[in-house]
């Protein structure tokens, strides 16, 4: 179930690459979170606050990038990223008596977004970056 950073996922712009291996890391630590935490609400709290944060700067560098370049689909690009900050503030806003069961099919949704993010979203604009 943990996500595996393969070379697949490498873009070819190395502080890209190293923002999204530590948001595999940080997904997989909420996932660990989610899966054995044992009524600690406080780690997954502070995991998730963790992902959030970093997410949050991940994406604008992503999205600044983009409009620094010129890329023709900057903006549908910052709307997928909106949708997963959507989905990570429902986890957000979950409450401590939410099912665990929730909790990991959000987390499942989130990984399964991100990973498939990278294959087709950011893979598109890689060779365009090439070009500028």
């Known amino acids: 179930m943990p ?7 490498n873009m070819g712009v190395s502080e890209l690459d190293e923002h999204h291996r530590e ?3 940080l ?34 560098k992503e999205e600044d990038l983009l409009l620094k370049v010129n890329y023709p689909d ?3 690009h910052r709307l997928k990223h909106e949708e997963f ?10 409450e401590d ?3 665990d069961l929730t909790r990991l099919k959000l987390l499942l949704f989130l990984s399964s977004w991100f990973t498939q993010h990278i294959m087709t979203a950011d893979k598109k ?5 090439k070009t500028k």
């Open 23 to 25: 948001l595999f890391s």
């Open 85 to 94: 900050r959507k989905e990570l503030r429902k986890l957000d806003s979950l």
């Open 97 to 99: 008596g939410t099912d």
């Open 74 to 76: 900057a903006e549908a």
């Open 27 to 60: 997904l997989n630590s909420n996932l660990r979170s989610a899966i054995d935490r044992n009524g600690d609400s406080k780690m997954l709290s502070a995991d998730l606050k963790r992902l959030h944060e970093y997410s949050i700067i991940h994406f604008k």
């Open 125 to 129: 604009y890689v060779p365009y970056l």
């Open 3 to 9: 996500l595996v950073w393969t070379e697949t996922y």
